[in-house]
């Protein structure tokens, strides 16, 4: 089945303790998204990858680290959590930059207290 | 910077009803505007997808249109079920340089159909 992958769906961490957020995808998509989800504030872009080793900021990139070393697989690094990451946060792909077509993962829900 | 309003905020109908949704853009330039479903803990659903140079696409019961000129597009959903209860979320993507093919969501309508 065609999917995105993000593990894990529920984390609480505590301040200053780094964690991963991992994202894979099984469609040999080239571009990859990670977005987070706020009340009042709708989904907005952390990072973006356009292909292997070719990653860019979005709109909210403070706090967040990213790494495409292979097609596959795009993680989410937050090497100091605070509690204004706390979030829900969703990974996507597609086959292209210029493709029509998202594919969402289920999202992470992260508590950072 | 571009801005994309989903009004109103949270819906409530009965079963059966036809039912507008409504998002509005301020950036003319759009390349498509997608409606997307999500349900409580899940992720979203791509529902229609409409390319700048199209007016309308309609999947089933569902039909959206899109009208550059006054930066708005409406999702339409014909005899609603309970079953079509979730936070619908329009994300337009513009056709500009430096954008990179990002997607600015509205912040969603949230549906309930009731029995």
């Known amino acids: 089945e065609a999917q995105v992958t993000q593990n894990p769906r529920y984390l609480i961490t505590v301040t200053g303790k780094k964690l991963t957020v991992t994202c894979s995808q099984n469609?040999?998509?080239?571009?990859m998204s990670w977005y987070r989800q706020d009340p009042g504030l709708g989904l907005r872009q952390i990072y973006y990858s356009m292909n292997v080793e070719v990653t860019d900021k979005g709109d909210v990139p403070e706090g967040y680290k990213v790494s495409r070393k292979e097609k596959r697989n795009f993680p989410l690094i937050l090497e100091s959590p605070s509690p204004n990451q706390t979030s829900l946060y969703f990974c996507?792909?597609?086959?292209?930059?210029?493709?029509?077509?998202?594919?969402f993962g289920s999202g992470t829900r992260l508590t950072v207290v | 910077k571009q801005e994309v309003t989903q009004i109103p905020a949270a819906l409530s109908v009965p079963e059966g009803e036809n039912l507008v949704l409504n998002c509005s853009f301020t950036?003319?330039?759009?390349?498509?505007l997608q409606w997307f479903r999500q349900d409580p803990g899940k992720g979203l659903t791509s529902l229609l997808l409409?390319?700048?140079?199209?007016r309308e696409q309609t999947s089933g019961r569902l039909n959206a249109s899109l009208d550059k000129s006054s930066g708005r597009s409406t999702l339409y959903i014909a005899a609603s079920q309970p079953g079509d209860s979730a936070t619908y979320l329009c994300a337009e993507r513009l056709d500009r340089p430096g954008t990179a093919s990002k997607l600015t969501f509205g912040t969603g309508t949230r549906l309930q159909v009731t029995l």
């Open positions: 469609m040999n998509h080239e571009y």
């Open positions: 950036d003319s330039a759009i390349y498509n």
């Open positions: 409409i390319q700048s140079s199209q």
């Open positions: 996507a792909s597609r086959l292209t930059a210029s493709s029509y077509g998202y594919t």
